[in-house]
């Protein structure tokens, strides 16, 4: 399928830590990449391929992958984590880009 | 270190093409190894990837979008532009240009201008 499924809405308490999934068939081949957007911003690259953090991505944020699921995690989840997650793919060509639906992340 | 910045109306009549230029300041757009990219998001709505192009001019676009769209460069300007045709209330909408680094197992797009929005109203 051309299709990446997230949760809509996640919370997680302050200082603990939150899992955000995204689920597709081409996630069997290609790895995600994920952004983090706040309001009234673009969005923020946070981690791309097999576990990889841009520079000035806080180490609590890691990436994996199993079967047909991309994982997003925030271990101790911090106040400014608050935001929308975007998890992001190719397709079965390869050549067409896809964008999960988005996570709202809700940090107590 | 390389920055892109949106730039076109505000304001679209309905039915008219939408014209969106990319200016990309502290980097060469010629100089390979990144494509350039085209997304969109509606208010309120998530992400939409609209295409994107390779400094040789090969593009690629979102197959439910591709009888409306077209990118192109002009590498004189360090610049690369969005058309989209038969614009339509429904489209307005947010739009970014990003850099975007395509590997065969993965793929990132790293940069991102602040996106600009752009309103249908007759």
């Known amino acids: 399928s051309s299709e990446l499924t997230q949760d809509p809405a996640v919370s997680v308490a302050l200082g603990q830590t939150v899992r955000i999934t995204c689920q597709g068939d081409?996630?069997?081949?290609?790895?995600a990449s994920w952004y983090q957007q706040k309001p009234g911003q673009a969005p923020l690259l946070v981690i791309y391929?097999?576990?990889n953090r841009p520079s000035g991505i806080p180490d609590r944020f890691s990436g994996s992958t199993s079967g047909n699921t991309a994982s997003l995690t925030i271990t101790g989840a911090q106040a400014e984590d608050e935001a929308d997650y975007y998890c992001?793919?190719?397709?079965?060509?390869?050549?067409?880009?896809?964008f999960g639906g988005g996570t709202k992340l809700t940090v107590l | 270190q390389v920055q892109l910045q949106e730039s076109g109306p505000g304001l679209v009549k309905p039915s008219q093409t939408l014209s969106l230029t990319c200016t990309v300041s502290?980097?060469?757009?010629?100089?390979?190894?990144?494509?350039w990219s085209w997304i969109r998001q509606h208010p309120g709505k998530g992400l939409e990837w609209i295409g994107y192009?390779?400094?040789?001019?090969?593009?690629y676009y979102n197959p439910s979008l591709q009888s409306l769209v077209t990118i192109s460069l002009d590498t004189s300007k360090n610049q690369f532009s969005l058309k989209l045709s038969s614009y339509t209330a429904p489209y307005t909408a947010v739009y970014y240009c990003?850099?975007?680094?395509?590997?065969?197992?993965?793929?990132?797009?790293?940069?991102w201008g602040k996106g600009t929005t752009v309103t249908v109203s007759s």
């Open positions: 502290g980097g060469s757009i010629s100089s390979g190894g990144y494509h």
């Open positions: 391929g097999k576990n």
């Open positions: 081409s996630l069997r081949r290609y790895y």
């Open positions: 192009i390779y400094y040789t001019g090969i593009t």
């Open positions: 990003a850099r975007l680094k395509l590997e065969p197992h993965y793929f990132y797009m790293d940069v």
């Open positions: 992001n793919s190719r397709d079965s060509s390869g050549n067409h880009l896809l």
